[in-house]
């Protein structure tokens, strides 16, 4: 069984520009969450996807979109990035049966925007 | 509206004494609560969740609805319980956790 991953690592990116940030489900798992995390806070929770649907959105505006895919991994999109989109951003990946519904979190992207 | 508050961002205890990780929470209803825990370089993970009920790597963690509170605490603590600890909330189940900002545990030899 392996764990959650993400991709990339890190990467720069410049004001205007558009991210694609990709996570891959622990295997068993159909639900997705993305989390902010900037420096010297705690994760914030932008949107959960189940079964390929957004079930839950955070106070993120629109141009921070997600996808989830048949095989559960999920992308997470920002368009018109902003210096302060810099930030550790998290996938959490969860089985939705039994009552013990945990997330697993992956490494982490760590997004700068310049 | 739910919030999760530490009030310490920084806490240093010696190896062997006690120590208690603060958390307060504000939800109208009935939360679950968890405490998650960063070791350096490694990915945040689950310490415990109050329904547990559970000891984890001698931590415990008792849920008080009078007071709001969540605080995690071990009677004597281990250079290797230095770590970032995050409380957490969850308004239903399978939905969004609201993480308070952190207590980075530093427990000096």
């Known amino acids: 069984e392996t764990g959650v991953t993400q991709s990339p690592t890190h990467l720069i990116k410049t004001r205007g520009q558009q991210v694609t940030l990709r996570c891959s489900s622990q295997s068993g798992h159909n639900t997705v969450s993305w989390y902010q995390q900037a420096l010297g806070q705690g994760p914030q929770f932008i949107f959960q996807y189940y079964r390929e649907e957004e079930n839950g959105r955070g106070n993120f505006p629109p141009r921070f979109s997600g996808l989830q895919f048949p095989n559960y991994s999920s992308e997470l999109n920002v368009n018109a990035l902003e210096l302060d989109d810099s930030a550790l951003y998290l996938c959490?990946?969860?089985?939705?049966?039994?009552?013990?519904?945990?997330?697993?979190f992956g490494p982490g992207t760590r997004l700068t925007v310049l | 509206a739910q919030r999760v508050t530490q009030p310490e961002k920084l806490l240093s205890v010696f190896k062997g004494a006690p120590v208690e990780l603060k958390c307060n929470y504000s939800?109208?209803?009935?939360?679950?609560l968890f405490w998650y825990v960063q070791y350096s370089r490694q990915r945040l993970q689950l310490l415990l969740r109050?329904?547990s009920r559970e000891s984890i790597k001698g931590f415990t963690a008792d849920l008080n609805k009078g007071e709001t509170s969540f605080h995690l605490k071990k009677p004597f603590a281990q250079e290797e319980d230095s770590a970032m600890y995050y409380c957490?909330?969850?308004?239903?189940?399978?939905?969004?956790?609201?993480f308070g900002e952190g207590t980075q545990l530093t427990v000096n030899p």
């Open positions: 109050h329904i």
């Open positions: 959490a990946s969860a089985p939705t049966s039994g009552s013990y519904n945990e997330q697993f």
């Open positions: 957490a909330l969850r308004a239903t189940s399978g939905s969004r956790l609201t």
């Open positions: 939800y109208s209803g009935s939360p679950e």
